[in-house]
């Protein structure tokens, strides 16, 4: 039986970057998430509603914050923490795959939320 010729069997063979070959974060898709989070069947309709209401709590405060007139960016982002944390526990069990994407994204989002000139885009 003739041997096959595999790189393993090379022992010349070049050893790959591993710093190369890591990809880069991919770009968040804000828009993909809110519509995979509306579409879940993991979370109630009440319970939606309860979410988007504290979501627009905290973009309140973003916005205020970028005025110069909200709280600190610590006390903004605990409450970031804390409002993933919660959808992230609804999420958990029955969307794992969307669980996984947020917390994915979770330093994206917040970078997203504290600068002003991306929060200005959202």
Known sequence: MPATDTAAEKPD????????????PAKIDLEQLEDRLRNTDAIGFFTKLSLKNEVDDLLTEFGAYHKNKGPEL????????????????????NDKKLSEDIVASRDQIFGLLSDPKQFAKL
């Not at 063979?13 to 880069?24: F, M």
């Not at 610590?74 to 069990?93: E, G, I």
């Open 13 to 24: 063979a070049p050893a790959t970057d591993t710093a190369a070959a890591t990809p880069a």
């Open 74 to 93: 610590a006390s903004l982002k605990d409450r970031f923490d804390l409002l993933l944390l919660k959808v992230l526990t609804l999420l958990q069990d």
